[in-house]
């Protein structure tokens, strides 16, 4: 296995680990900062109130988007299976 080959899959994997994580970190992102914003503007400092709604949120994007991020999984390892041979081989 050469240079090239470990880079590629080492590549592959962090793609593939920001695209997993995308959905949940995107959705904690705007729920966040929304909430923030709802609490600058009406002075209510609740600790819960900034933590369920996020919870919430990205309980539901995983829900939502869970079967992506399944397939992107299964078709990442199985090309990774595909490669085995001529890893082997070169």
Do not use: Y
């Amino acid at each position: 296995m050469d240079t090239n080959a470990v880079i590629d899959i080492a590549q592959l994997g962090l793609v593939l680990a920001a695209k997993l994580a995308a959905p949940a970190l995107i959705t904690a992102l705007v729920v966040g900062f929304s909430v923030s914003l709802l609490q600058s503007v009406t002075q209510i400092q609740e600790i819960t109130l900034s933590f369920v709604p996020k919870a919430i949120a990205v309980g539901l994007a995983l829900m939502l988007s869970g079967n992506w991020m399944m397939s992107e999984l299964v078709m990442t390892t199985t090309e990774l299976f595909d490669r085995i041979p001529d890893l082997l081989a070169g």
